[in-house]
């Protein structure tokens, strides 16, 4: 886990993803959680970012794990970037969406705000599945009334060189596209002190 601090009284940014916001396949400094530290000190923001991602994580997992990071790092916004993982294993979406109600509602309960990011699952799994899952994103950002970036990996995702030789993670030039789609969701949230 990597901690960005700024000052004392900065406030804090929890980002709670998978490998895509995990940087992995990235060195150290390259994944767009480090990135947006770098903009928000250039923008004048005084927020930590506290990028706690997991490489693997499904959205049970993230479920189990977020009270503790919740209570340890007191985040003033949590950017959920999780489900990725739920997809591409071909789990119900049903049980996504309630993965990802019950952490957007832990981490209000506790003050936060909430910017919730997407997914999209490539055609090969079926019209009706890859439907199913990015309406997903969209219900639980409705039904939890918390701003949603629909597609983290908008604009890139059908252009093989933006993407490590895995296919699936974005390379470190893509990173920056990357922020540019979250940061259009965040700067909403944010609040000069």
């Given at each position: 886990?990597?901690?960005?601090?700024?000052?004392?009284?900065?406030?804090?940014?929890?980002?709670?993803?998978?490998?895509?916001?995990?940087?992995?396949?990235?060195?150290?400094?390259?994944?767009w959680p480090t990135l947006l530290q770098t903009r928000l000190?250039?923008?004048g923001f005084r927020h930590a970012v506290i990028n706690a991602s997991v490489s693997g994580e499904t959205s049970a997992g993230g479920r189990s794990r977020l009270p503790a990071a919740l209570a340890q790092h007191k985040p003033d916004i949590v950017i959920l970037e999780l489900g990725a993982n739920d997809g591409l294993r071909?789990?119900?979406?049903?049980?996504?969406?309630?993965?990802?109600?019950?952490?957007v509602a832990a981490a209000r309960d506790t003050g936060a705000k909430v910017l919730l990011v997407g997914m999209q699952m490539p055609p090969n799994y079926g019209p009706a599945y890859t439907?199913?899952?990015a309406q997903s994103f969209v219900?639980?950002?409705?039904?939890?009334?918390?701003?949603?970036?629909p597609?983290?990996?908008?604009?890139?995702?059908d252009q093989p060189e933006w993407f490590l030789a895995d296919g699936i993670h974005p390379t470190a030039e893509a990173q920056s596209r990357v922020l540019d789609t979250v940061w259009r969701g965040l700067s909403p949230l944010l609040?000069?002190?």
């Open positions: 886990m990597l901690l960005f601090v700024g000052a004392a009284q900065a406030a804090t940014i929890l980002v709670w993803g998978d490998s895509l916001s995990a940087g992995y396949g990235l060195k150290p400094g390259e994944a000190k250039n923008e071909g789990l119900r979406p049903q049980l996504m969406a309630e993965n990802l109600e019950a952490m439907r199913r899952f219900e639980v950002a409705k039904a939890q009334q918390v701003p949603l970036v597609f983290l990996l908008e604009g890139f995702a609040s000069k002190r």
